[in-house]
């Protein structure tokens, strides 16, 4: 097997062989407590736009990506990259792209209904997180597996799996003291041209991450009751 097929194959160019899976199962109070826990400083959790300029430390961003990274995707194939960005005149760069976009969007590209939608959430076409916050973390897709000699070969369940990385990854950040917010330009073609990435990776979010500012505020939101997102059969 070539090195190439050895990188791109999830379990080390091997054939399929299962191995023992054993974790400890925890007593039925202690996983109460865990969850409930859980729960309650999930719900803490809150989209910032208002970032301090404070560093954040590297290894927090980079444990919560590792954390990010564990997460179940389509073939185990991992279909994402994750880009950090802390270069001053890099982000200074996207954030004048992205203005741009945001800009044609609100002056009417995105429609009216959906202008509608975004109005009680004070959003608009100045995205100062993307300078303010101190890192910049963004995320590409791999659509495909693109080897160094060009050869190609097909993920599955990209949108998925790389989705499903985001939010463990938001999950990470906030647990580990951290505020993130998600942003999507759209169109996002210019992040790969800012970054330089190969032909096979299309950018699916960025997303600021630092410490909220001291001023910060954010729109007084009520989440759906567990009853509205959940039913039994």
């Given amino acids: 097997m070539s090195p190439d097929t050895e990188q791109w194959t999830p379990t080390h160019g091997e054939p399929y062989r299962p191995v023992a899976y054993r974790p400890d199962r925890l007593p039925s109070a202690e996983s109460l407590a865990r969850s409930a826990w859980l729960r309650e400083r999930m719900d803490e959790r809150r989209t910032v736009r208002h970032f301090s300029p404070d560093p954040v430390p590297d290894q927090v961003v980079k444990d919560a990506v590792a954390c990010a990274a564990t997460a179940p995707s389509g073939a185990h194939q991992q279909p994402w990259t994750f ?9 200074r760069r996207i954030r004048e792209a992205a203005e741009r976009e ?4 609100y002056d009417g590209r995105l429609g009216e209904e959906w202008l509608a939608a975004l ?9 100062t997180h ?6 910049l973390l963004v995320v590409f897709q791999q659509r495909y597996w693109l080897g160094p000699d060009g050869a190609k070969r097909k993920h599955y369940y990209v949108d998925e799996s790389v989705g499903i990385a985001v939010g463990m990854l ?4 906030h647990l580990s003291g951290l ?7 759209s169109p996002m073609r210019f992040l790969s041209q800012a970054l330089h990435r190969p032909e096979n990776e ?12 001291e001023d910060c505020e954010v729109p007084d939101l009520v989440r759906k ?6 039913t039994e059969v």
Avoid at 225 to 230: A, G, Y
């Fill in 83 to 91: 880009v950090l960005v802390k270069d001053a005149q890099v982000r």
């Fill in 102 to 105: 945001e800009s044609l969007s």
């Fill in 119 to 127: 109005r009680p959430l004070g959003t608009d076409a100045v995205k």
């Fill in 130 to 135: 993307l300078t303010d916050a101190p890192a």
């Fill in 170 to 173: 938001l999950t990470a950040l």
């Fill in 179 to 185: 505020a993130a917010l998600v942003h999507t330009p």
């Fill in 202 to 213: 299309k950018a699916f979010a960025v997303i600021p991450i630092g410490y909220p500012a």
């Fill in 225 to 230: 009751s567990l009853d509205q997102v959940m």
